[in-house]
């Protein structure tokens, strides 16, 4: 079955911190793997990894994408309260239909 | 337009009524997905349409939710005879086509719909 498992759950860090979220995944046929942004209602994109070992950089946000051990990590340097919000993590299914997600990271950043 | 839009952003209902959501999608996005967020879920696949294909219906849950494109824009998403379980965040995506590597899916605001 197809599923992706993210961790932790939740944290709180403070201002300036750097943080580390992580994804792990099983699917056939993997095609690509997305991270999302959730503040309020609507998850707004922030990566797609295709290819193992090439870091996407936006800012302060990366992300890396390990196909051999079927895991990506999302990175946060310097942290803001403005990065307080659930990450989601998703991959797309067989048939490149639809997009599997796990249950997200509630990240809380306090001053 | 600019983005996703869905309507309405909240609906309150009665157990037992039809609900009708709406979502217009990125003008020229061909593909349009929609997803369910329960309260502490993660998101879950609902249906997928691209272009003039017929929908994958594979992750709705039960005989009363059904969905429609009309025009290969606009969606309904249609709920029959609402449970309270059915409580949840509405989301609509849309993306530019279906390829190979899968393209980047839009969501849209949501509908936070309330069975009482």
């Known amino acids: 079955e197809d599923k992706v498992v993210q961790s932790p759950l939740s944290l709180v860090v403070h201002e300036g911190d750097t943080v580390t979220l992580n994804c792990s995944y099983e699917?056939?046929?993997?095609?690509?793997l997305l991270w999302y942004k959730q503040e309020k209602k609507a998850p707004t994109f922030l990566f797609m990894l295709t290819s193992s070992g090439i870091e996407k950089k936006s800012g302060r946000l990366s992300s890396i994408l390990d196909k051999k051990e079927l895991f990506s990590i999302l990175n946060i340097t310097a942290t803001q309260t403005g990065d307080s919000a659930v990450y989601l993590c998703a991959v797309f299914n067989q048939a490149g239909t639809a997009l599997i997600f796990g249950k997200g990271t509630t990240l809380s950043v306090s001053s | 337009g600019a983005g996703v839009s869905q309507s309405p952003s909240n609906k309150v209902t009665e157990k037992g009524k039809d609900v009708e959501l709406r979502c217009d999608p990125i003008s020229g996005h061909t593909a349009l997905y929609w997803y369910r967020q329960s309260l502490g879920q993660g998101l879950e696949f609902l249906i997928y349409?691209?272009?003039?294909?017929?929908?994958?219906k594979s992750g709705l849950p039960s005989d009363r939710f059904s969905a429609e494109r009309t025009g290969g824009s606009v969606s309904t998403l249609t709920i029959q005879r609402t449970q309270q379980e059915d409580s949840a965040v509405y989301l609509c995506?849309?993306?530019?086509?279906?390829?190979?590597?899968?393209?980047?899916?839009?969501f849209g605001p949501g509908t936070r719909l309330t069975v009482l």
């Open positions: 349409f691209q272009g003039n294909s017929a929908p994958d």
């Open positions: 995506a849309s993306s530019s086509s279906s390829s190979g590597t899968g393209d980047t899916q839009y």
């Open positions: 699917v056939t046929n993997f095609r690509s």
